[in-house]
């Protein structure tokens, strides 16, 4: 198997085999970054259906929908961060795991983002708003759950779950323009990295994604 080109911020914890599904942009170069600043991201999918995210009423990102998270402080762990922050942010917590690696470069932050993304598949405690985040539950749309391979079709039964019932979809246009490439992957349960470039005014530049490969 020929070794894929991972860009500069892409680093793989353990040696496993993946495929690129993604990349495009119209930037020949991968932007340079000075310093690197670890976060989480954490999403509860119930029943492959729904999805919970966050509304961010202020500070980097505001406006914008997505799962619950934020910086790794001093002395904590990836994973005790994004349990912290699932509880601050949305009140809940949930037996979260380790899903993907995502690095953003967004021109004139002072640092790179190096991501780890977790999922849970339930949760425990009252979902509560804050004064940073609004949560809300979307049904997964069926373009967010691709088929497993390119000459089979996507079983969509999953949008007339009960549990998705009467929910919005999940709102691309209100969320970074990254989401939609490793999201899917994320719900499929493949183990995913990738990077992604933004310009000032959150347009991304440049763009690359991998993952593990599908079951056939
Ligand atoms: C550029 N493309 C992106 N696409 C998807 N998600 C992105 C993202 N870039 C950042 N994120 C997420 O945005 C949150 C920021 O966290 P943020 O609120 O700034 O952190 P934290 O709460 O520690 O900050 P303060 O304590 O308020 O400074 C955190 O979940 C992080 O994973």
Redesign the pocket.
């Known amino acids: 198997m020929h070794t894929l080109h991972l860009p500069p911020g892409v680093e793989l914890q353990h040696n496993i085999s993946l495929v690129e599904t993604a990349n495009g942009g119209a930037s020949e170069q991968w932007v340079d970054y000075k310093k690197v600043k670890f976060?989480?991201?954490?999403f509860v999918i119930i029943n492959d259906a729904k999805v919970l995210l966050g509304y961010?009423k202020?500070?980097?990102?505001q406006g914008?929908w997505?799962?619950?998270?934020?910086?790794v402080?001093p002395g904590e762990t990836s994973i005790q961060a994004a349990q912290r922050?699932l509880e601050?942010?949305a009140g809940i917590n949930a037996p979260l795991e380790h899903c993907g690696v995502?690095f953003?470069v967004?021109d004139g932050a002072d640092a790179a983002?190096n991501?780890d993304?977790y999922r849970a598949n339930e949760y425990t405690g009252t979902i509560t708003e804050t004064d940073?985040m609004r949560p809300a539950w979307f049904s997964i749309q069926k373009e967010m759950l691709p088929p497993v391979n390119s000459h089979t079709t996507a079983d969509c039964s999953s949008t007339s779950d009960k549990h998705a019932e009467g929910l919005p979809p999940i709102p691309l246009g209100q969320?970074?323009?990254?989401?939609e490439f490793w999201m899917p992957l994320m719900f499929s349960g493949r183990p995913f990295v990738g990077r992604?470039d933004?310009d000032a005014d959150?347009k991304m530049l440049k763009w690359w994604f991998a993952a593990t490969p599908a079951e056939s």
């Open positions: 976060y989480t991201n954490a961010k202020r500070g980097f990102g914008l997505n799962g619950f998270g934020g910086k402080d922050e601050e942010e995502l953003f967004v983002f991501i993304v940073e969320m970074w323009a990254d989401d992604a933004f959150s």
